[in-house]
């Protein structure tokens, strides 16, 4: 099937949308920089096996534009020249090639927190705990490193501003959530705090389902006061200049 492409109009003419400014919200270099940084990202996904094919999404936020992956195609085959960007109102403001299907859901939370990056799977071990139940039991101390319990978003069909909604509300106070039936969706302030959370939570699903599937046993969980301690300790860890 020949890729969909955002440069079809109705008048049988090419282009981008009429009005749209091709640089609106960024530096042409800092763009370039920055959708490099995005696929990589995006393949990165792929190669860890957090997502299959063309699902999962990725982007990442430059002033009032928002740089994205585009819909159905695969990651392996995008170029500096397949550059996809919007305007925080969803109107397409750079590239030809349509943007992502999950586009209200990434647009959502530009627009309620201070994210400018977001990834989003289909992560195995995290979809299959949405599956299960309404929140990911606090299983290991870095749940703190998503500002608490992990909720799952009610479901809802994807691409849809409901699924925006139901991920916003399960979002509060986070930076991740899971989205039942479906996947996983992690935001940070950059690429890689966001990669990071994606895959760190992940592993927590990856590690809940394996301890509670053994016969008889049922896994410690952390108490509200062990996790609050964990937090604090949080806010000092890492290397300071």
Do not use: F
Not at 44 to 60: H, I, K, Y
Not at 193 to 220: F, K
């Amino acid at each position: 099937m020949a890729e969909q492409r955002a440069d079809q109009r109705d008048d049988g003419r090419t282009g981008p949308p009429d009005g749209a400014d091709p640089q609106v919200g960024e530096e042409p270099q800092e763009a370039a920089r920055a959708w490099e940084a995005l696929v990589a990202t995006a393949r990165r996904t792929v190669a860890d096996g957090l997502v299959v094919g063309t699902s999962g999404n990725v982007s990442v936020r430059i002033g009032d534009t928002v740089l994205v992956t585009p819909s159905g195609v695969p990651y392996d085959r995008l170029t500096p020249a397949d550059l996809t960007a919007v305007g925080l109102d969803g109107r397409q403001v750079r590239g030809t090639l349509v943007p992502t299907s999950e586009l209200p859901m990434h647009l959502a939370v530009y627009r309620h927190t201070d994210a400018r990056a977001v990834v989003h799977t289909h992560a195995v071990h995290a979809t299959a705990v949405s599956t299960l139940v309404p929140e990911l039991p606090v299983i290991h101390y870095m749940t703190a490193a998503l500002g608490g319990p992990v909720r799952v978003a009610p479901y809802a069909t994807y691409g849809t501003e409901a699924l925006a909604e139901n991920m916003l509300r399960a979002l509060d106070g986070r930076s991740g959530c899971l989205l039942q039936n479906h996947g996983t969706v992690t935001y940070g302030t950059t690429l890689d705090q966001a990669y990071d959370r994606t895959a760190q939570l992940e592993w927590m699903c990856r590690l809940w389902l394996t301890a509670s599937s053994v016969p008889g046993l049922t896994p410690s969980l952390l108490s509200t006061d062990q996790l609050a301690d964990v937090t604090e300790r949080l806010k000092g860890y890492g290397q300071r200049g």
